[in-house]
């Protein structure tokens, strides 16, 4: 069997452990994803909490596929998940991945926790997996995740118009404009050493 380009592994910082999915961080999720009602925000894709089941299905079966790396975000001090995040669309040809599928309960949100994943999905992309180039996109108006995506350091590269058909029941049929950022390989250390910054300097929370 051949080695997928992203195969899962658990990545371990101070205020956040991302570790391979699996369907014993349902219940987690659940709760966490309750934390704020999570999927009624129109211009993301979260699951329902009745749905959650369905979801980690979706993303196991992704992975098995080779086109994604799914993880559940733990919160090392409860030991419990609050969040998912993915490497998706990998393109193992090109050395490629984006870092996206994400979400967080909100309690845990505009902390370091976000940060940190980050930094270490990036690092391991550039300097385990030698990525070329690490993507996010997002939908135009999520204006919350466009800006978290400009403090890491990523440059848009362009907008797709009508990019997508949104599902979500409260803008069924609505058109996506999709934002589409990166990070080369060469901004890498600029990046790491702006993030690392970040992590260092105290925070309110």
Same mark, same amino acid.
């Given at each position: 069997?051949?080695?997928?380009?992203?195969?899962?592994?658990?990545?371990?910082?101070?205020?956040?452990?991302?570790?391979?999915?699996?369907?014993?961080?349902?219940?987690?999720?659940?709760?966490?994803?309750?934390?704020?009602?999570?999927?009624?925000?129109?211009? +993301?894709?979260?699951? +329902?909490?009745?749905?959650?089941?369905?979801?980690?299905?979706?993303?196991?079966?992704?992975?098995?596929?080779?086109?994604? @790396?799914?993880?559940?975000?733990?919160?090392?001090?409860?030991?419990?998940?609050?969040?998912?995040?993915?490497?998706?669309?990998?393109?193992?040809?090109?050395?490629?991945?984006?870092?996206?599928? +994400?979400?967080?309960?909100?309690?845990?949100?505009?902390?370091?926790?976000? @940060?940190?994943?980050?930094?270490?999905?990036?690092?391991?992309?550039?300097? @385990?997996?030698?990525?070329?180039?690490?993507?996010?996109? @997002?939908?135009?108006?999520?204006?919350?995740?466009?800006?978290?995506?400009?403090?890491?350091?990523?440059?848009?590269?362009?907008?797709?118009?009508?990019?997508?058909?949104?599902?979500?029941?409260?803008?069924?049929?609505?058109?996506?404009? +999709?934002?589409?950022?990166?990070?080369?390989?060469?901004?890498?250390?600029?990046?790491?050493?702006?993030?690392?910054?970040?992590?260092?300097?105290?925070?309110?929370?």
């Amino acid at each position: 069997m051949t080695t997928p380009f992203a195969p899962p592994v658990t990545l371990a910082g101070q205020h956040v452990h991302l570790v391979p999915l699996n369907a014993a961080h349902h219940d987690d999720l659940v709760e966490a994803v309750r934390d704020g009602e999570l999927w009624n925000l129109w211009y +993301t894709a979260i699951p +329902t909490a009745e749905g959650m089941a369905a979801e980690i299905t979706r993303r196991l079966s992704l992975q098995n596929q080779g086109s994604m @790396t799914p993880f559940a975000v733990i919160d090392p001090t409860s030991g419990r998940a609050v969040g998912m995040t993915t490497y998706m669309n990998i393109d193992a040809a090109n050395r490629r991945v984006e870092i996206g599928s +994400t979400w967080y309960r909100r309690s845990v949100q505009r902390g370091a926790l976000n @940060t940190e994943a980050k930094r270490m999905l990036l690092g391991h992309a550039f300097e @385990t997996l030698h990525c070329i180039a690490v993507e996010f996109r @997002t939908h135009f108006f999520n204006h919350q995740s466009r800006r978290a995506i400009e403090r890491l350091g990523a440059k848009l590269d362009g907008i797709l118009r009508s990019h997508q058909i949104n599902q979500h029941p409260l803008a069924q049929g609505a058109l996506r404009d +999709t934002c589409v950022y990166s990070i080369l390989a060469s901004e890498w250390p600029s990046v790491k050493t702006h993030l690392d910054h970040q992590l260092q300097r105290p925070r309110n929370t």
